[in-house]
């Protein structure tokens, strides 16, 4: 357990559905992240909060909608999703984002494995 | 554009095999470079980082190196096991006083019993 928990594990959803994807963390850590990890492609960056401030939202279309209500939970809504947003979400977190040193490594949850039909 | 590749894309290899992934960079400019390992249906698990000031860093059976100014970092697998099955995956931050990483497409590696 890397003390990074998410939750549902496997989601099927329809197009017009609403859904949401919860992570917690019990590291006390400052920042948290969502990744998208698609088949044959890197890892890609969607959201990051820093103090449940978000501080990068690297273009990612408005019907991914992240929520962070305090420093150690985070959510990501979703709504009128496409079939190419099937993916694997992975949530991580870090001591703190505005700090690149050795011990500041980002701990990954498991996933949500999410297929949109 | 900063970019991390991994090759091979997957390897096979027989127990208690010797081995080498590669990841390159295209940037020389890195503060840091990760390996994780992801196993299936899993997250990923930081196994060693390097400073940009490092050569290499070493855990157990793994060791990685850094070669900035070719682009280049390996992890060096030794007397591998099944249990080292996984994907391996490289990344790298560039500083600009943020954790933010880019990461590669990683290998697949298959360690056959």
């Known amino acids: 357990e890397t003390g990074v928990t998410q939750t549902p594990r496997h989601l099927v959803m329809g197009m017009t559905n609403k859904k949401s994807l919860k992570c917690e963390q019990h590291?006390?850590?400052?920042?948290m992240y969502w990744y998208k990890q698609s088949a044959k492609k890197p890892l890609e960056l969607m959201f990051v909060?820093?103090?449940?401030?978000?501080?990068e939202n690297n273009s990612v279309p408005s019907r991914f909608s992240p929520e962070c209500p305090n420093s150690s939970h985070l959510f990501l809504h979703l709504h009128t999703l496409q079939p190419e947003d099937s993916a694997l979400y992975l949530c991580?977190?870090?001591?703190?984002?505005?700090?690149?040193?050795?011990?500041?490594?980002?701990?990954f949850g498991a996933g949500t494995r999410l297929s949109v039909l | 554009k900063q970019e991390v590749t991994q090759i091979p894309a997957a390897l096979s290899v027989p127990e208690g095999e010797n081995l080498v992934l590669n990841c390159s960079f295209t940037?020389?400019?890195?503060?840091?470079l990760q390996w994780f390992r992801q196993d299936p249906g899993k997250g990923l698990t930081s196994l060693l980082l390097?400073?940009?000031?490092?050569r290499e860093q070493t855990s157990g059976r793994l060791n990685a190196s850094l070669d900035k100014s070719s682009g280049r970092s390996t992890l060096y697998i030794a007397a591998s096991q099944p249990g080292d099955s996984a994907t391996y995956l490289c990344?790298?931050?560039?500083?600009?006083?943020?954790?933010?990483?880019?990461f590669g497409t990683g290998t697949l590696l298959a360690v056959q019993p």
């Open positions: 990344a790298s931050n560039y500083g600009g006083a943020t954790n933010k990483l880019i």
């Open positions: 940037d020389s400019a890195i503060y840091n």
């Open positions: 991580a977190s870090s001591q703190d984002f505005w700090e690149v040193t050795a011990k500041n490594i980002q701990y």
């Open positions: 909060y820093s103090l449940e401030e978000r501080v």
């Open positions: 590291l006390g850590h400052n920042a």
């Open positions: 390097i400073q940009s000031s490092q």
